[in-house]
């Protein structure tokens, strides 16, 4: 079993809907959380990050982590075509090295 | 704003040779990486430098080897090429551990036939 699991899609929407991306993750050791955006034959770059549990907000994007489901959520609101990309999520621990565990990916299509 | 530079960008090796992939960062980061990408596997780490002077292993470091420069640097270095190897690899830099994320590069695209 993977360390993180991500439902690698396609997941196809239509402009303007809201988007809910998700990972679960078996570690409970997991502290760090963080959202990344790769666009086709581009490296990621980083979204969000968040500490813990609870929610972070910044402009259109909402990461959410619930540590009792062991669950973390990427919400995109009024979805654009320019959102296409494959997101991943990431996490770390503070234990064992700080080694950083990415998810596989979820590839969006937002459709005009 | 370079943030961090990989070269080259494309790559194609035969069996068996050797080639080095370049990575360099102006962000002033102690800690970089070197991870290789694969279809359903994600991002996996190959070697990471924590600080100057220093390099471990990762998670999948058989086959390759890497050399932290200078502060700026991290070359990783495949010296009999496979084709298990065929990959994408991305260079990252953090400013600490990585709480905060990684700053990745563009990528090198490497097949080996």
């Known amino acids: 079993q993977k360390e993180v699991e991500q439902d690698p899609g396609p997941l196809s929407v239509p402009e303007g809907a809201i988007v809910s991306l998700n990972c679960t993750y078996s570690?409970?050791?997991?502290?760090?959380f963080m959202w990344y955006r790769q666009y086709s034959r581009k490296g990621p770059e980083l979204l969000m990050y968040?500490?813990?549990?609870g929610n972070k907000e910044d402009g259109r994007f909402t990461a959410q982590v619930d540590k009792s489901s062991k669950y973390i959520s990427l919400f995109i609101r009024d979805s654009q075509p320019s959102d296409s990309a494959t997101y991943l999520c990431?996490?770390?621990?503070?234990?064992?090295?700080?080694?950083?565990?990415f998810g596989a990916g979820t590839r969006l299509f937002v459709k005009a | 704003n370079a943030g961090v530079t990989q070269t080259p960008k494309f790559q194609v090796l035969k069996t068996g040779q050797s080639m080095t992939l370049q990575c360099a960062q102006d962000?002033?980061?102690?800690?970089m990486y070197w991870y290789r990408q694969d279809p359903g596997m994600g991002l996996r780490l190959i070697y990471y430098?924590?600080?100057?002077?220093?390099?471990d292993k990762g998670e999948v470091p058989n086959g390759y080897n890497v050399s932290r420069l200078n502060k700026r640097e991290f070359s990783l270095r495949l010296e009999s090429a496979a084709p298990s190897q065929t990959s994408v690899y991305f260079c990252?830099?953090?400013?600490?551990?990585?709480?905060?994320?990684?700053?990745f590069g563009s990528g090198t695209r490497l097949t080996v036939v």
């Open positions: 990252a830099s953090s400013g600490g551990t990585g709480f905060y994320g990684y700053t």
């Open positions: 570690n409970s050791a997991f502290q760090y």
């Open positions: 968040t500490y813990s549990s």
């Open positions: 990431a996490m770390i621990s503070n234990t064992g090295g700080f080694k950083t565990i």
């Open positions: 962000m002033n980061h102690n800690s």
């Open positions: 430098s924590a600080s100057e002077g220093t390099t």
